[in-house]
């Protein structure tokens, strides 16, 4: 099968393993064409596509945007905090008002869990998830599990550990579903204030013991400390988070192996992660935010094929 199952992207959940093979064979493609002297093709100059984000974002809103431009597709973006959603504007009325310009495809990127899902029931678009509170980024795990397979020749097999804060992370659970479905073994280390208490009924176990995961792992996936989401305090200080959890260049020197290690970024330096980690060879950090890229053209060009004109 060279299709998708699905009519929206919107979590990791939805899909099946051909989903990802499918994607990740797409994707392979566009990362050769955006590696040319002239990145750009001109599959989708009939599709117009927008930007709906609710949320901050660095990367996934310029990656998406550049994936849609690599693509030839129409592009508008729209930030909530500098439109009429500020006037008291519903959700629907706004992608209504959006649609009603003759949009085909809306990435949306919004605070409330499930809020892709309830747009996908309410307006006539293909919906793409760029995040929804701290459920699903499903972008994010595809460019993730990408980067494991282009660093470690595949994903099935590899023990990768999430560590840090899983309780407010929506890349923890797209992950977790993504590793599964191709096959890895999926670990979750931080404090056990941010361990959501339903990981074990994932089948994910959980580590606290920093090292010990860390001699367990073929990738460690390093959360950010989402201090904006925190409505109380998960731990003593962020001082005693870094020496319990936090990943420096003295602990991975003492494993004895080499480890991948990843960030979903943006990163907060020097708490889950040191500079000289982040900016080290074992660190696939910036191959995930190029690969981000190659992955959302993907999942774009093959939920454009399904419009029929
Ligand atoms: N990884 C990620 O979602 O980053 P942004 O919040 O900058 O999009």
Not at 117 to 138: C, Y
Not at 237 to 258: C, H
């Amino acid at each position: 099968m060279s299709e998708l199952s699905v009519e929206h992207l919107l979590g990791i959940k939805y899909l099946k393993p051909n989903d990802i093979d499918v994607i990740f064979k797409t994707a392979d493609h566009f990362k050769e064409v955006i590696n040319r002297p002239i990145k750009k093709v001109p599959s989708l100059r009939d599709i117009t596509i927008a930007n709906l984000f609710f949320e901050n974002s660095t990367r996934t809103k310029l990656s998406f945007e550049l994936a849609e431009k690599r693509l030839s597709a129409d592009v508008i973006n729209f930030s909530a905090n500098q439109s009429s959603v500020k006037k008291g504007e519903t959700l629907i009325d706004t992608v209504n008002n959006i649609l009603a310009m003759k949009v085909d495809i809306v990435v949306m990127r919004h605070g409330n869990v499930g809020a892709g899902v309830f747009l996908s029931k309410h307006v006539n678009a293909k919906i793409i998830n760029a995040g929804d509170g701290t459920h699903e980024h499903p972008t994010q795990a595809l460019l993730d599990s990408y980067s494991i397979r282009e660093k470690l020749g595949t994903v099935k097999g590899k023990k990768i550990v999430i560590i840090g804060d899983v309780l407010h992370s929506r890349v923890a659970l797209s992950n977790i579903f993504a590793l599964q479905l191709q096959g890895a073994e999926v670990k979750v280390c931080g404090p056990t204030t941010l361990i959501p208490k339903y990981i074990s009924s994932l089948g994910v176990q959980v580590e606290t013991d920093l090292k010990k995961a860390l001699e367990w792992c073929d990738v460690a996936n390093v959360l950010r400390v989402q201090h904006e989401r925190m409505d109380i305090k998960y731990f003593p200080s962020t001082r005693e988070y870094t020496q319990l959890f936090g990943i420096n260049q003295e602990i991975l020197d003492n494993l004895g192996k080499k480890i991948v290690i990843m960030h979903p970024g943006p990163i907060n330096r020097g708490v889950e992660i040191t500079s000289d980690v982040a900016d080290s060879n074992d660190s696939i950090i910036l191959n995930q935010v190029e690969n981000g890229v190659a992955v959302r053209m993907a999942v774009i060009y093959l939920l454009a094929q399904q419009i029929k004109r």
